[in-house]
């Protein structure tokens, strides 16, 4: 048996501790709020995690973004090794981490993250999607049109002179 996907998210960002290995998916998105279209996402990022196999297995993965209209926006490609599991060793899985920068979105919709294996005839076979959805929308925070303020002057310490 050979490697088989477990999760598959989409995120803003992705941070790797370098003392445990582990994997933080931060922001993770299944929605986006724009003010116009068109409009762009700065990244995106996505994690594959497998569980191993009795098998090593090696293979491309391909990530792609989908806009609603069935455009392919962007795609990554990365080569994917993974060894034999030994039960009761660690690890007993594989990561695999894209970032697509830069996402143009054209319309608002739904998108989809397509995560794809090439097979052995070189066709592609599709293991996971995800649904991001596009809306516009002002944000009532980022985008609220707040009236200008001014800061009133700072008092006099106490026993000093002011001139002004």
């Known amino acids: 048996m050979?490697?088989?996907?477990v999760s598959f998210v989409a995120s803003e960002g992705v941070a790797l501790d370098q003392l445990s290995g582990r994997?933080?998916?931060?922001?993770?998105?299944?929605?986006?709020?724009?003010?116009?279209?068109?409009?762009?996402?700065?990244?995106?990022?996505?994690v594959s995690q497998y569980e191993l196999g009795s098998e090593p297995d090696a293979f491309v993965e391909r990530v792609s973004v989908i806009a609603p209209d069935g455009t392919s926006l962007n795609e990554?490609?990365?080569?994917?090794?993974?060894?034999?599991r030994v039960p009761g060793q660690l690890p007993n899985g594989h990561r695999s981490i894209h970032s697509v920068w830069r996402v143009v979105l054209p319309m608002a919709g739904d998108?989809?993250?397509?995560?794809?294996k090439q097979v052995s005839d070189g066709s592609w076979e599709?293991?996971?999607?995800?649904?991001?959805?596009?809306?516009?929308?002002?944000?009532?925070?980022l985008n609220a049109y707040a009236?200008?303020?001014?800061?009133?002057?700072?008092?006099?310490?106490?026993?000093?002179?002011?001139?002004?």
């Open 111 to 116: 998108y989809r993250v397509i995560l794809e």
């Open 76 to 84: 990554s490609q990365s080569s994917v090794s993974t060894q034999a």
């Open 23 to 46: 994997v933080t998916a931060f922001n993770m998105i299944d929605y986006v709020l724009v003010a116009a279209i068109p409009s762009q996402l700065m990244r995106l990022s996505t």
């Open 126 to 141: 599709k293991l996971s999607s995800l649904c991001i959805t596009v809306l516009v929308q002002q944000n009532a925070i």
């Open 2 to 5: 050979s490697a088989r996907l």
């Open 147 to 164: 009236s200008p303020f001014s800061v009133p002057p700072m008092p006099a310490a106490p026993g000093s002179t002011r001139e002004g």
